[in-house]
Nanobody, 116 residues
Framework: QVQLVESGGGLVQAGGSLRLSCAAS????????MGWSRQAPGKQRELVAG???????TYADYVKGRFTISRDNAKNTVYLQMNSLKPEDTAVYYC??????????WGQGTQVTVSS
């Protein structure tokens, strides 16, 4: 089992920045990849960014150049630096991890609201 605790969400004006954090605990030795997804009201959850244990990153096209994912393996924490935020980035952001056994764990979510 892996437990995830997210933090860093909030309200920001368009063009502003936020940094999300997600700390993992439990069976952290089994974590292979970590990532972020988001879900806006009335919409399906969509992937935002991911990072493997060796630091390879992937981004959705709609956040490329604005968001940066990183991880601190010593702290078992993944971060999402979000710059140049737009109102359409408003959503609940979820952290997730994938383990070597193929299991996926999700955090409780943190609200990000971008005002125009």
């Amino acid at each position: 089992q892996v437990q995830l605790v997210e933090s860093g969400g909030g309200l920001v004006q368009a063009g502003g920045s936020l940094r999300l954090s997600c700390a993992a605990s439990g069976s952290i030795f089994s974590i292979k990849a970590m990532g972020w997804s988001r879900q806006a009201p009335g919409k399906q959850r969509e992937l935002v960014a991911g990072i493997t244990s060796d630091g390879r990153t992937t981004y959705a096209d709609y956040v490329k150049g604005r968001f940066t994912i990183s991880r601190d393996n010593a702290k078992n924490t993944v971060y999402l630096q979000m710059n140049s935020l737009k109102p359409e980035d408003t959503a609940v952001y979820y952290c997730d991890v994938r383990t070597s056994s193929g299991s996926v764990y999700w955090g409780q979510g943190t609200q990000v609201t971008v005002s125009s």
